[in-house]
């Protein structure tokens, strides 16, 4: 058995190719559907995000999928195509594939170390999986060892406390570069969670004069009404931009919302746009124009990089809880193969232990029951403790030469036929004569 992962992310891929391998919830179900239908009984997760794509799989080694099938899927299902696609993908095997998922849930493989979002998008994710029976035993205890390790770093650190979310750093780029952040007008596009956190960020920021759009205005509505702020009908977004001072956009698209040409006509004075939806809302060349600067999730790498120093500290006693977390995970993986063998190797010691205590107490009538007990629970005592030293080896043996070796070996003493008469037997029978 294997673990594998195969994914993308900020640091491999550039945002021009992220957003074309970015699923959604139904994209998501039609992809595990297909891999399903392709490669049998692997199990499959499929993380997808704003800043990551990543296919989680375990499999037996000898129905593992082929890493370039899997990335040529995934690349055929985004319309991405050529041999370059490859250089932007990792691939990841049982121990090296375990940690990653683990630093990814715990937030250290994030854009923004700390943030809280990335969890509840893996237990997402894993949630689909589970709803379409695309996970079985190896998946469902490694994403619950995920799920216990983030949880720990973030009781056992700081970085629960010091976490800034995408939209957090997105506020406090706007912040570097507003100088009257609490004065500006503001247009947030997107009424979803992403849009929210804007909201709230930009409010801790003092900003008073905010407006939502959203395709459907019930949802503006509704969240502006929540923030005390206003709602925007869709087809009046575009006038929006010619006198808000700062577009923050996180709305979901297939393409660009907004071009160049839309923005031309806009009054004079500085705009601020902020566009942290992947795939993005503005195409690249609205940047050309002039007093107008646009930002995109790649580009609030130099404050994410500031964020990233001050937690060293943290950052380092989580790698320490991951590698715990990782080591006991796979001493489980590695032995679990040989656990039934395990029990059948149980039960036949202790069949032969009550075999030959039936044949000691044939001959003993006159013990007692208290006397029999106590017998009984000795010599089960006995088995349990030479059953434990056998079964440690054996799974030091799983581990460093793999199962295949320690199955076999365990195979062969369960399938050990007792001679019916041991060596010096009868020799003993005729000196008691």
């Known amino acids: ?107 250290l493989d994030s854009l923004v170390v700390g943030e809280s979002q990335i969890v509840a998008q893996v237990k997402e994710s894993y949630r689909r999986a589970v709803a379409g029976k695309y996970t079985g035993k190896v998946l469902n205890r490694l994403f619950h060892c ?60 003092g900003c008073r004069v905010i407006t939502v759009f959203n395709r459907t205005f019930r949802r503006a509505e509704a969240m502006a009404k929540r923030y005390g702020i206003q709602a925007g009908p869709w087809e009046e977004l575009t006038e929006a931009l010619g006198r808000v001072d700062i577009v923050v956009a996180a709305a979901t698209a297939d393409d660009y919302l907004f071009d160049r040409s839309m923005l031309e006509g806009r009054r004079e004075g500085t705009l601020l746009i902020i566009d942290i939806a992947v795939p993005r809302n503005f195409a690249p060349e609205v940047n050309e124009l002039d007093d107008v600067y646009l930002y ?46 395990i029990g059948m190797l149980r039960s036949k010691f202790h069949e032969i232990s009550r075999g030959e205590l039936e044949r000691f107490m044939a001959g003993e009538e006159d013990m007692g029951l208290l006397p029999r007990r106590k017998m009984e629970a000795a010599v089960n005592r006995i088995v349990d403790r030479l059953l434990h030293r056998l079964i440690s080896n054996f799974h030091s043996m799983a581990r460093d030469y793999g199962t295949d070796e320690a199955k076999h070996l365990i195979q062969s003493i369960i399938d050990y036929k007792d001679r019916t008469e041991c060596p010096g037997r009868e020799e003993d029978t005729e000196r008691s004569e």
């Open 1 to 107: 058995m294997k673990i594998r992962v195969v994914g993308l992310n900020h640091k491999t891929a550039p945002l021009a190719v992220r957003e074309k391998l970015t699923f959604g919830a139904v994209q998501v179900e039609t992809a595990l559907a297909g891999l399903r239908a392709q490669f049998g009984e692997t199990e499959f997760v499929l993380l997808s995000t704003c800043n990551r794509t990543e296919l989680y799989l375990a499999a037996r080694t000898d129905r593992l999928p082929r890493e370039e099938d899997l990335i040529g899927f995934l690349g055929e299902f985004g319309q991405v195509k050529g041999d370059p696609l490859r250089d932007y993908f990792y691939v990841f095997e049982n121990e090296a594939a375990v940690g990653h998922l683990l630093t990814v849930a715990s937030s």
């Open 146 to 205: 995920a799920f216990a390790t983030s949880k720990e770093v973030y009781t056992l650190t700081s970085i629960a406390q010091r976490r800034v979310s995408v939209a957090g750093v997105a506020i406090e780029l706007a912040g570097q570069l507003f100088a009257e952040l609490a004065r500006a007008e503001v247009a947030v596009i997107g009424a979803g969670e992403m849009g929210e956190l804007l909201v709230r960020h930009l409010q801790e920021e």
């Open 296 to 341: 995109s999730v790649d580009d609030l790498a130099s404050v994410i990089r500031e964020n990233i120093e001050t937690r060293q500290e943290d950052v380092g006693q989580a790698r320490v809880i991951i590698a715990d977390n990782v080591e006991s995970f796979m001493d489980w993986f590695g032995v679990k193969d040989i656990g039934p063998m």
